[in-house]
């Protein structure tokens, strides 16, 4: 269970669902007036979406975007919680936004539980997610399907956007570049050309870890042939740093257990990279 410190400074920035959810094409902008309704009303939200689409980003905008964003949201797996977990985290969420994903897993007796919880209007707002299988709901709570149901909103996969794929590459590329500190190649005709022709089963995650590889000069050819093997592993690992400093809100503790390493080593590391865990809170 995580809560993302990064959203609080992201409440006052302005649209989030066009600063967060990228994409010029009409299925993009369906999906961002989809959420930007759903994030308008009271109830809980079935998000749908291919591995990799981005199911978690839909569910941090669509709390930014609405009346409970200054309070917490909070990631819990499904697969293992149960009834008494999920009452927990509703209250500890301050009456904030409780996001599981993979909705199917979740236990029996912790779908009846669920159930007794929306009918009963709980404080904290519940968001599902869910790979959009119909048939990982056959064996589900029937009337639990029936109430996530109502409110939906579904992320189309990349391969039915096409022309969204070059605008994804160019924003990650931008990130990757600035999580590396390693100044971006040039976005050439072929790089796109090779991007189009590619189908993307793994979607937006697979898009980013592409961009990445990009900049990193991690497999292709064309990129960073100048580098040693210790450098490209030393951006690799400011990479992976920064990374975890931004999930865990800055929290240095946090991201060293993640990692399973000492404090005192992850601080040597921040200190040979240059990087300040406060940036990150």
Not at 35 to 46: I, K
Not at 140 to 150: G, P
Not at 193 to 202: F, K, Q, S, T, Y
Not at 249 to 255: D, E, F, I, Q, V
Request: proline content about 5%; charged content about 25%; glycine content about 8%.
């Amino acid at each position: 269970i995580v809560e993302n410190r990064e959203l609080k400074a992201r409440v006052a920035s302005g649209d989030a669902a066009a600063q967060m959810l990228y994409g010029r094409s009409e299925q993009a902008e369906t999906m961002r007036e989809q959420v930007r309704r759903l994030a308008a009303l009271e109830g809980p939200v079935l998000i749908e979406g291919a591995p990799g689409a981005g199911i978690e980003k839909v569910a941090e905008v669509i709390h930014l975007l609405s009346s409970r964003a200054e309070r917490a949201f909070l990631r819990v797996g499904a697969a293992a919680l149960s009834p008494e977990q999920l009452a927990a985290q509703v209250d500890a969420c301050g009456g904030g936004t409780v996001f599981m994903d993979q909705v199917t897993s979740l236990p029996p007796e912790t779908q009846f539980a669920l159930l007794g919880l929306l009918d009963s209007e709980p404080k904290a707002r519940i968001l599902v997610g869910t790979f959009s299988a119909s048939a990982d709901f056959k064996t589900f709570n029937a009337d639990l399907h029936y109430r996530l149901d109502a409110l939906k909103v579904r992320i189309p996969a990349l391969k039915e956007r096409p022309e969204d794929i070059p605008v994804l590459f160019r924003q990650y590329v931008r990130q990757a570049s600035e999580q590396t500190g390693v100044k971006a190649p040039p976005i050439t005709q072929e790089v796109i050309a090779d991007l189009m022709a590619e189908d993307w089963p793994g979607n937006a995650r697979a898009l980013m870890n592409a961009a990445t590889r990009f900049v990193l000069g991690l497999g292709a050819d064309d990129v960073a042939e100048d580098l040693g093997l210790s450098e490209k592993l030393a951006q690799v690992e400011r990479a992976l740093l920064i990374d975890g400093l931004k999930r865990n809100g800055g929290n240095a503790s946090l991201t060293a257990e993640q990692f399973k390493i000492p404090r005192k080593t992850l601080y040597d590391k921040f200190a040979k990279h240059g990087i300040q865990p406060k940036s990150y809170r």
